[in-house]
């Protein structure tokens, strides 16, 4: 179990997952005449094709991954084959199905830390024996999705795709929460982008058109192999993308991407005639800090700094890692008043920040603003921040500056 990673999780957490566990092994089997069978193929051979198809998933994934993925990435395709299982065959089919679907998947490469793997394949049966008891609330004593024209089928559906997604992401929430921050930094921000949930809804009809068609046409299932295809590429897009524009320790934006977007935010405010601010925030004595306490415990200190400086942000703020421990913020419509302001209170925040070791962290700002009428170049604003940040570092370390663009270039 990762040298017992899941035992030096907080108590919640494992109390939030050893109860998930149970109830996915004990929920599926006790509640299985809840679930019926809705197809006129052998219950056997569905499930085997349910599994097949999962096996298919993870095959098409890894193959447009270009090998053995390790890391983790929000959308593996997974749920679609619990949802159709839920739809299709009795609950208690629910533990056969995920299992083996996340045991290939973790033969083929999806790495993730055992425990959170498990946990995950226990919420994705708890999600869908909640899909399965709604849709029988739908369709009754209905065994065919395809009934009629389709109607009643098509409420099913999606009433179980949106029982199973909000099912999944207050359990994925709970996980993500009740552990160390510094452990859920990728699944903090997954849960926060609303592109997952979009992509996991796409996954997830994919899946329950699946179980339509299943009762309805049979082997007709076998035609939706390219959406198969698509859905795959659609799922893995996203999470590379977030993974080239974030820094896998604390969330932050890399430079490269938090210059890019700085640059298109500052023209945008440049057009509206607002001002904007640029700030730099270096840990003091930070390589200190590493040699005394090890890179392990620093990198906590890291995600720790990061979180901090998150907590002054508004939304359409901009923070970004720039270097080892220095961090960049960008403030769209800030004057230089108010970027001191900001400045200072992440100031405070960092040296108030809870960090492993009891020791407070703390960090110098610099910063520059420019005013409404002004278009410098973001380059030339980074070099004036980086000059007050040094200047700040000259003063003493653990304060701010913060230094009007235009005052300084006119010097």
């Known amino acids: 179990m ?26 599926p089997v006790v509640l299985a005449d809840l679930g019926r069978e809705r197809t006129a193929m052998p219950e056997a051979l569905t499930g085997l ?11 098409i994934g890894r193959m447009l991954e270009g090998g053995v993925s390790r890391g983790q990435r929000p959308h593996k395709g997974l749920t679609a084959w619990a949802l159709a299982s839920a739809l299709l065959l009795p609950t208690w089919w629910l533990l056969p199905v995920v299992a083996v679907t996340y045991a290939h998947g973790w033969w083929r490469g999806m790495r993730v830390t055992p425990w959170k793997w498990i946990g995950s394949a226990a919420y ?31 409420v099913a559906v999606l009433a179980a795709v949106a029982a199973f997604l909000v ?17 859920e ?8 982008s609303p592109s997952f949930y979009l992509t996991e809804t796409g996954v997830l009809l994919v899946g329950g058109l699946s179980a339509a068609i299943w009762t309805g046409g049979g082997w007709f299932v076998a035609l939706l192999a390219p959406v198969y295809l698509l859905t795959q590429r659609a799922a893995l897009h996203e999470p590379l993308r977030e993974r080239a524009e974030h820094d896998d320790k604390t969330g932050a934006l890399r430079f490269e991407s938090w210059r890019r977007l700085a640059t298109a935010r500052a023209e945008r405010c440049v057009r509206q005639d607002q001002p904007w601010s640029v700030l730099f925030g270096d840990i003091d004595h930070f390589r200190d800090y590493n040699e005394t306490w090890g890179h392990l415990v620093g990198d906590a200190a890291l995600v720790a700094v990061a979180d901090a400086i998150a907590t002054e942000l508004r939304d359409g703020d901009l923070l970004g890692r720039f270097g080892g421990e220095e961090f960049c913020v960008f403030l769209p ?11 200072e209170r992440i100031r405070a925040r960092v040296a108030s920040a809870p960090v492993p070791t009891g020791d407070p962290v703390t960090i ?37 500056t913060v230094s009007l663009v235009e005052a300084v270039d006119a010097a």
């Open 49 to 59: 094709v349910l599994i097949g198809l999962s096996v298919l998933n993870v095959e």
């Open 2 to 27: 990762g040298n017992w990673a899941f035992l030096r999780t907080p108590w919640a957490c494992r109390v939030w997952i050893g109860g998930a566990l149970g109830l996915a092994l004990v929920g």
């Open 124 to 154: 994705v049966v708890i999600a869908g024996l909640v899909a399965a008891i709604t849709a029988r609330a739908v369709l009754g004593a209905e065994p065919n999705l395809m009934v009629g024209d389709g109607r009643l089928g098509v």
């Open 167 to 183: 099912t999944t992401t207050v359990l994925f929430h709970g996980s993500a929460y009740l552990n160390h921050r510094a452990d």
């Open 333 to 343: 419509g800030v004057s230089v008043v108010e970027a001191a302001a900001v400045a």
């Open 185 to 192: 930094v990728w699944l903090r921000r997954t849960l926060a």
């Open 364 to 400: 110098s700002i610099g910063g520059a603003a420019v005013p409404p009428g002004a278009a410098p170049e973001l380059v030339s604003v980074l070099t004036t921040a980086d000059r007050a940040l040094y200047r700040a570092k000259r003063d003493g370390r653990d304060r701010s």
